[in-house]
């Protein structure tokens, strides 16, 4: 079992920079690739980026590349997604997911979700 919690949320202007940090319990955090996922009101959940256990592969949705980054930190169980140049159409709920395989961009192939942080953008 993996239990995730996001953090770091909140409200900033267009052009502005937030980090979220998704921490994870359980011994075998080092072996899940983890994703970050986010939904807009009224929207569909949708991928955002990804990273691998060993942290030697990312992926990125178009929208975010380039202004978005992904690392984690196995030494202290938690992923981070560095938001720079942030627009008000990446308003949304931001969820760090966790899966026992390859990245993939897939929500439903992700086992385990944390309980989701808000990011308001305001023009």
């Known amino acids: 079992q993996v239990q995730l919690v996001e953090s770091g949320g909140g409200l900033v202007q267009a052009g502005g920079s937030l980090r979220l940090s998704c921490a994870a319990s359980?011994?075998?955090?080092?072996?899940?690739?983890m994703g970050w996922f986010r939904q807009a009101p009224g929207k569909e959940r949708e991928f955002v980026t990804a990273?691998?256990?060993?942290?030697?592969?990312?992926y990125y949705a178009d929208s975010v590349k380039g202004r978005f980054t992904i690392s984690r930190d196995n030494a202290k169980n938690t992923v981070y997604l560095q938001m720079d140049n942030l627009k008000p159409e990446d308003t949304a709920v931001y969820y760090c997911?966790?899966?026992?395989?390859?990245?993939?961009?897939?929500?439903?192939?992700?086992?385990?979700w944390g309980q989701g942080t808000q990011v308001t953008v305001s023009s």
């Open positions: 997911a966790a899966r026992r395989s390859s990245i993939v961009t897939n929500a439903v192939l992700y086992d385990y």
């Open positions: 990273i691998s256990w060993s942290s030697g592969s990312t």
């Open positions: 359980g011994r075998t955090f080092s072996s899940y690739a």
